[in-house]
């Protein structure tokens, strides 16, 4: 038995999910996952027995519970700095939470026009004028940071790191809204794709076959 429960919500749909089990699954720290299909009527029960906010993701280790996807990550590093799940070198941590928290507390446009839907295909779905330019604030940062750190590794700062994790679910948005990126950018999101975990919860996201139609895109 591992240590820890990850406690998640339909990988179709769950964004906020992905970002703690994606970084789990990619650094191989062993946990239990507990799977809570949402907006059932059962699900507002499951999520209070096991979270403190009624939301996914959470995590549990031992007889402590820490939820909020960005919360996880913090405690996960601490947990296991020899993983390095951020970057060792100062400014470089800096950069990558201060772009953790830019996507944690905003891209708000992007995340209500293009909601995370992985068996979805809606080609320019949702592209608004605000979301244009969160997706070029998007591009902006993934090339600085591919400017920068190329020359150690394919990630954001070369090696993979909480800031990969916090940007893979836009990958998968911008993959269902076929969003065009530049090629450095494509480049960074075709190797995310290719990872084994992101794979692996691609396969287990389409054999879901719950659909919550508050979030599937209404017809254009
Ligand atoms: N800031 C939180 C957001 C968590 C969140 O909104 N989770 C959604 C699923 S993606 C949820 O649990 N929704 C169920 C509900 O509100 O009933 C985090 O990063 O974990």
Not at 20 to 42: G, K
Not at 78 to 89: I, K, M, N, T, V
Not at 142 to 158: A, I, K, M
């Amino acid at each position: 038995m591992s240590a820890y429960t990850l406690v998640i919500g339909n990988k179709n749909y769950s964004s906020w999910s992905l970002r703690p089990w994606l970084l789990m699954r990619h650094a191989q720290l062993a946990f239990q996952e507990v799977r809570i299909p949402l907006y059932t009527p059962e699900s507002k029960q499951q999520l209070r027995h096991y979270s403190p906010s009624s939301k996914v993701p959470c995590l549990l280790d031992g007889s402590l519970t820490i939820w909020d996807s960005l919360a996880i990550s913090e405690y996960l590093a601490e947990r296991h700095p020899d993983l390095q799940l951020w970057p060792a070198e100062i400014s470089q941590r800096a950069f990558a939470r201060s772009m953790c928290a830019e996507m944690h507390a905003g891209f708000t446009h992007l995340r209500s026009n293009m909601s995370m839907n992985c068996r979805g295909r809606f080609p320019g779905r949702g592209r608004t004028v605000e979301v244009a330019g969160e997706i070029d604030r998007i591009q902006r940062l993934w090339s600085e940071c591919r400017e920068r750190h190329g020359q150690s590794g394919p990630f954001l700062f070369g090696a993979f790191t909480i800031a990969d994790a916090m940007y893979a679910p836009v990958i998968l948005r911008f993959r269902t809204y076929e969003v065009q990126l530049n090629p450095v950018c494509r480049a960074y999101a075709d190797t995310i794709l290719a990872l084994p975990a992101m794979q692996q919860w691609l396969t287990e996201a389409l054999a879901e076959t719950e659909v919550i139609a508050a979030l599937e895109p209404q017809p254009a």
